[in-house]
């Protein structure tokens, strides 16, 4: 059987008019969504965003208040979690601790009778480069090896829709960026869809074809990663996915290819195309990165935004960049990457400093600088707790 098999039942997921309230609050409230067969999703965002009930709801571990759901143009929404053509692969793994990771991997298939489990255990393993190991017990594999035979385990059922919970939150920094890249791979090896679920900028930007950000039960922006980078639309999207810099002030003038806000006296030029409103008080920002600084008074230029005189208020070296808090007197803390092509800062704790880019670096946002509120952390970690355990439940369930 070849790995482009795995995918046959391979299907769009459909989320329409989703609405989930739970006692005392509402985590989704309107959600429509689109996830086309055999892409990388990921469902970005911070805890209580309800990017976990979402997973819930779409592997049927909850039903929704309103609205339903579609896996391959079929409604499932009443369907039992069993008999959905999905699988799930969480944070903890949940491998069984007294069978080796043939039988692991072989096991939903035994308990479904499906022919000749041993021979499709192997060759999952073997997608994911661990058949060698198949005898081992789990306890003498490495936290990397665990999360590929959660993987394989889920992947030999065949399944329309794989759903990702966390599932690198586990591992150490290094080995969390390694199978950020495997994990890619392996999607783009078997085509099945996946639907990622997690807070870590770094890590749906890495791995997904597409990236929802979501806000207080809402989709706040979707698009591929480099889009919702580079032009993020809210307050919200421009500081949780990534840094940046943000001012807020009148337009003060406007013309077919840029628009001038006043922040406190500095004018601040961003191109019309780049920015979501073009009149009346409007919030502006560049990336840190995009931001030069300079020792002295660099010369004025219409395709260059300058800011300064300012001071350099704080200074941390990084290895492969420095980050600088600079303060502004009008314009308040801007925080500057500067990439590491010397011996190191360049610049100390006080130093004077202006502040310059380009002006088709800059964006405009659809709305203020953000005051998102979110379930309390004791909350939302309760949540999750539960969320987890039912999980594992169901899935030794059945």
Request: charged share 20%; aromatic share 6%; with cysteine.
């Amino acid at each position: 059987m070849s790995v482009r098999e795995f995918a046959e039942r391979g299907a769009d997921l459909e989320l329409v008019g989703i609405q989930k309230r739970f006692p005392g609050f509402t985590a989704i409230e309107e959600l429509d969504l689109v996830i086309p067969a055999g892409s990388f999703f990921a469902l970005l965002g911070p805890s209580g965003c309800g990017k976990t009930t979402t997973l819930r709801l779409v592997a049927g571990l909850e039903e929704p208040t309103r609205g339903s759901i579609l896996i391959g143009g079929k409604d499932v929404t009443s369907t039992k979690a069993h008999e959905r053509p999905v699988n799930t692969v969480f944070q903890s793994y949940a491998l069984f601790p007294h069978m080796s990771i043939l039988e692991n991997v072989a096991f939903g298939l035994k308990r479904r009778r499906i022919g000749d489990p041993i021979q499709k255990a192997h060759e999952a393993l073997k997608l994911v480069e661990l058949d060698h190991v198949a005898q081992r017990r789990p306890a003498q594999l490495s936290g990397g090896q665990q999360q590929r035979v959660a993987l394989a385990r889920a992947i030999v059922n065949r399944p329309a829709l794989l759903l990702l919970d966390e599932p690198l939150g586990a591992l150490d920094l290094k080995l969390r960026r390694q199978m950020q890249l495997e994990l890619k791979a392996i999607q783009e090896e078997v085509g099945l869809t996946f639907l990622h679920v997690t807070h870590d900028q770094e890590e749906a930007m890495t791995m997904a074809d597409t990236v929802a950000v979501m806000n207080k039960g809402a989709i706040e922006q979707m698009g591929a990663p480099e889009e919702l980078y580079e032009l993020p639309r809210t307050a919200f999207v421009a500081n949780f996915l990534g840094q940046s810099n943000l001012f807020t002030g009148p337009v003060v003038s406007t013309s077919a290819d840029a628009i001038t806000v006043d922040v406190a006296g500095n004018r601040i030029v961003v191109p019309t195309a780049r920015a979501q409103r073009h009149q009346g008080d409007v919030t502006v920002g560049v990336r840190p990165e995009k931001v030069t600084m300079h020792t002295s008074a660099p010369e004025a230029r219409s395709d260059r935004n300058v800011v300064g005189p300012a001071r350099v208020g704080d200074v941390s070296f990084s290895g492969v960049s420095t980050q600088y808090l600079v303060e502004h007197p009008a314009l308040g803390t801007m925080l500057v990457f500067a990439q590491n092509i010397g011996s190191g800062p360049v610049v100390g704790v006080g130093g004077e400093v202006w502040l310059s880019w380009a002006v088709e670096h800059g964006f405009g946002l659809e709305d203020g600088p953000d005051e998102s509120r979110f379930l309390d952390d004791a909350t939302t970690s309760s949540i999750a707790a539960q969320h987890r355990a039912e999980l594992v439940s169901e899935l030794e369930e059945h």
